[in-house]
């Protein structure tokens, strides 16, 4: 599994390479630039006849930045660096690399120049490929003066882009990006790639993104506990255990799907159906009794538990026994899809949860039971994996749904923290946050999966996982990562404006075979 960093992590790594292991600072340098002028021609050929413009900020992404000018200008390319700061302004290891591009420019014919913008100065006219070299994973905010200017002539310019380590202008701890940022192709990311290349604006700037190996080792580059990875198809697939040959239904993972009312038939149908889909051996849907007609005609493979209802058709205090004695049989529970929200609901649903002692994936009106109360009320003593979207994170957590998703690592491993409990916060990406701190943003999914009914097929996927023998943080984020591959298998075949949630759920069989090793 891949771990992503924050800026601080990775300042701290550096600092670890030079102090602790005596690797110069310039040795890195080095070895960064070199590594990212390998990847660009990996990208897009040899750079031989190349007109480059390489933009260069004071820091130590414009040092890597004056590496590459001269080593792209070794391979052909004709390479104009531009300096955004005065020489005066600039230090350290930065300055020792400007000060060899200068003297390697007044060589004739060495094909690199070296020129300061200043304000008011034009940019090059003619550019096929852009270096982005202005600011480094350390910048937030918004970029202004010459690297503001520099940055609206790179994202208009029409050239190929390629970012030195984050684009300049997004936050690379957050994926935040200012007012304005660079928009790249290609991003190569130095030692680790960072939180801020896969989660917001970040994500849709930095293009296709590669880690380069700046010579730091591995085995520096480690957390123990809270660290923030990203989830890809090899690390789902180690997440169920092998299904004996000797298997049988019940052996091979029993779920409790506990939903519906008057108003929603559909969710708990499509949570059943996708739980299994995703392996499960045995689905029970538990019901409101008078929706038994209109489920029983749309499920055939699915056990039926209508339970007592109240006089809304909602399910109430009344099925609270008959729901526990199911439970009691089951190796994990769904609950919520359709449930409704009425206050009887509301008591049922803490009833269950906190006397129910078996896994529970909690979602939609389920989640919205737990409002306000501690986390011993709902049994966070048992595992507890909350699936809400933003909305329905920002009223369990009290929080604004905006700034939730602006920042959904880290609002998603406080809520972890906060609530006890496994919270998997849905949308671009998806991220899973454990109480212990650890964080995982998904690898898969599209927009075409922001449709009526997607998070139940999640919900089902994630207690498949965990009735099947997953351990839950495992269940959780490999749940995730396979409904998102489900989706992306639903948009080949149906295109992203047209597909469904039901399209998601058809998919499950597939994208669990298509799991490295699996069959």
Not at 21 to 34: C, F, Q, S, V, Y
Request: glycine share 12%.
């Amino acid at each position: 599994m891949d771990l992503l960093a924050t800026a601080d992590l990775m300042r701290g790594f550096d600092r670890q390479a030079i102090t602790s292991l005596g690797i110069p600072g310039l040795t890195l340098m080095e070895n960064a630039g070199r590594a990212f002028v390998d990847a660009v021609e990996r990208a897009r050929g040899p750079l031989a006849g190349a007109d480059v413009a390489v933009v260069c900020g004071k820091g130590n992404n414009g040092g890597d930045g004056f590496v590459i000018a001269r080593h792209m200008a070794n391979r052909g390319a004709s390479v104009t660096a531009l300096l955004l700061s005065p020489r005066r302004a600039i230090r350290g290891d930065a300055l020792a690399n400007l000060e060899i591009a200068l003297r390697m420019s007044r060589v004739a014919g060495s094909g690199l120049r070296v020129r300061q913008v200043k304000a008011g100065d034009a940019f090059p006219r003619r550019a096929g490929i852009i270096v982005d070299a202005i600011f480094g994973t350390g910048f937030s905010g918004d970029a202004e003066g010459p690297a503001r200017a520099a940055i609206e002539w790179i994202n208009r310019a029409g050239a190929y882009v390629a970012a030195v380590d984050i684009p300049s202008g997004v936050d690379a701890t957050t994926g935040v990006a200012g007012t304005s940022a660079v928009r790249a192709d290609l991003t190569v990311a130095m030692g680790l790639a960072k939180i801020g290349h896969y989660v917001g604006r970040g994500a849709d700037l930095s293009g296709t993104v590669c880690v380069a190996d700046i010579g730091i080792p591995p085995s520096l580059m480690r957390l123990r506990r809270g660290g923030t990875y990203r989830v890809l198809a090899e690390d789902a697939a180690a997440v169920l255990p092998p299904r004996a040959r000797n298997a049988h239904k019940y052996s091979a993972g029993s779920v409790l799907v506990i939903g519906g009312s008057g108003s929603f038939t559909g969710a708990p149908l499509m949570t059943a159906q996708s739980a299994l889909r995703a392996g499960a051996g045995s689905v029970v849907l538990a019901f409101p009794a008078s929706l038994r007609p209109v489920i029983a005609r749309r499920l055939t493979e699915v056990v039926l538990a209508p339970l007592p209802e109240t006089p809304s058709g909602a399910l109430g205090m009344s099925a609270l026994e008959a729901a526990l004695g199911r439970a009691s049989r089951a190796d994990a529970v769904a609950i919520g899809p359709g449930l409704s929200r009425e206050e009887e609901t509301v008591r049922f649903v803490r009833e269950f949860l906190s006397r129910a002692p078996l896994p529970a994936v909690v979602d939609a009106d389920a989640l919205f039971a737990l409002k306000g109360i501690p986390p011993s009320r709902f049994g966070a003593r048992h595992v507890r994996i909350l699936t809400p979207h933003t909305g329905e994170f920002a009223a369990l957590t009290g929080t604004d749904a905006s700034a939730a998703d602006a920042m959904r690592v880290s609002a998603a491993r406080d809520a972890a923290r906060a609530l006890r409990s496994i919270v998997v916060l849905k949308g671009a990406p998806t991220v899973t946050a454990l109480p212990g701190g650890e964080t995982y943003v998904n690898s898969t999914g599209n927009p075409g999966m922001a449709t009526v009914g997607s998070g139940d097929v999640l919900t089902g996927a994630v207690a498949a996982m965990l009735a099947q023998g997953a351990t839950p943080p495992a269940a959780a984020w490999g749940g995730v990562y396979v409904h998102g591959s489900a989706g992306d298998i639903a948009r080949e075949r149906h295109g992203m404006r047209g597909m469904v949630a039901t399209d998601i759920t058809e998919a499950l069989a597939q994208a669990m075979a298509a799991l490295p090793g699996s069959r």
